[in-house]
């Protein structure tokens, strides 16, 4: 008793309990049986208690708690020094959230912490590694219990039991079948709405459009909600009027490259095929092939590949500047037409009437530009 009093006398503390959800029902860990333990232990041990901060319905893996940071605040603005709490799992169950505050708040003799538990002292270095022991066996704790629900959730899956709330259009009801699943029951208005639905997708309608409908009917998606085209979705594959859209193993993708040869043939075809550059670009994607630095093709970069394309082909440029010649052009005229078809002399620029005669003949001198 004497160690208690020369520890704790003329202290000033400031309370916090907590309660989970799961909690606030169980015997001996409510807010009130909490707070009249606090009471109680500081007038035991003369220790002034100012205020006692509460969190109900909170969990303790997280210090984002309003009634733990006021308490806190407390702290900081000096308004008491030590901190009072019935266990420390009360305070956290997270190792790593116990550590920061004791890092942050009561590493040094400013403020403290203690638990009415009496095995949370941070007054003493040996008190501060019992608490970390503590917070240790909290989080393992935390972290079997987080276990054996994931295996009883997975157990009852492959029972078949269904998890979560009833599908859109049914309830459940209080009857069981043999192995003790509750059974499916139908709701009139919204099996209604089904049918609705149905309706509208078996005409063409698009599931956005779907939607759009709804909504302005004013008929609301499960809880009041609206409709949206990825919950429609949803309702419907549950209906079985709905195929789930297949999605290739990405090990099986076909990667992207950037192979400018295969691009240009590629190009020359669309655009024989009579496609706009914009379709091209579109296409290439689709076929994996990709500028150089990646991404898509603007109509620009399509353009351009075209152009170097025709200027590289000398022989097309020759049999081109035949069928004009054939035409009764004369040569200024071939020159000009080779240019605005994209044709261009090896050196650039326009085509003057000696390289036209000379590609007229065949004359290597007179190339094309690559």
């Known amino acids: 008793m004497r160690t208690h ?3 704790n006398g003329n202290k000033t503390a400031i309370g916090y309990v907590r309660v989970s959800t799961q909690e606030q029902a169980t015997d001996g860990v409510s807010l009130d ?3 009249d333990k606090l ?23 997280t210090l984002n708690r309003p009634g733990l940071q006021a308490a806190l ?12 709490v019935v266990k420390l799992d009360r305070l956290s169950r997270s190792l790593r959230d116990v550590c920061t505050l004791v890092e942050e708040m009561f590493s040094d003799e400013r403020y403290h912490l203690l638990s009415l538990c009496g095995m949370v002292n941070t007054h003493t ?20 219990v987080s276990e054996r629900t994931r295996d009883a959730l997975r157990h009852m899956m492959t029972q078949g039991v269904r998890l979560g709330p009833a599908p859109y259009g049914y309830e459940f009801s209080h009857d069981v079948d043999d192995k003790g699943r509750r059974l499916l029951v139908p709701l009139p208005e919204e099996q209604e709405v089904l049918r609705k639905i ?23 998606a499960r809880r009041g909600g609206r409709w949206r085209a990825q919950r429609l979705s949803i309702v419907l594959r549950r209906q079985g009027t709905e195929q789930v859209r297949s999605i290739r193993p990405l090990g099986l993708r076909i990667p992207l490259r950037h192979d400018p040869d295969a691009a240009t043939a590629r190009a020359k075809e669309l655009r024989a095929q009579g496609l706009s550059l914009n379709q091209i670009g579109q296409r290439l994607r689709k076929e994996r092939l990709t500028p150089l630095r990646g991404g898509i093709w603007h109509p620009a970069q399509v353009a351009k590949l ?3 394309a ?9 049999r081109r500047a035949q069928a004009l010649r054939a035409d009764g052009m004369r040569l200024r005229e071939i020159g000009i037409r080779l240019a605005t078809e994209g044709f261009r002399p090896k050196a650039g620029g326009l085509w003057h009437l000696a390289q036209v005669r000379a590609l007229l003949v065949g004359d290597e001198s007179a190339g094309v530009g690559r």
């Open 33 to 35: 049986a909490q707070r």
């Open 198 to 220: 149905r309706d509208l997708r078996a005409d063409g309608l698009k599931l956005h459009q779907i939607a759009r409908r709804l909504n302005e009917a004013g008929i609301p």
């Open 73 to 84: 605040q407390l702290l900081r603005r000096g308004r008491a020094d030590t901190l009072l």
């Open 125 to 144: 270095a040996a008190g501060r590694m019992l608490m970390m022991n503590l917070a240790n066996f909290n989080q393992f704790e935390r972290e079997m």
């Open 5 to 7: 009093q020369h520890t």
């Open 310 to 318: 025709t200027c590289s082909d000398k022989a097309a440029a020759a």
């Open 39 to 61: 009471r109680a232990y500081c007038k035991l041990h003369g220790i002034k208690l100012i205020d006692i901060k509460a969190d109900e319905g909170y969990s303790g893996s």
């Open 306 to 308: 075209l152009q170097e």
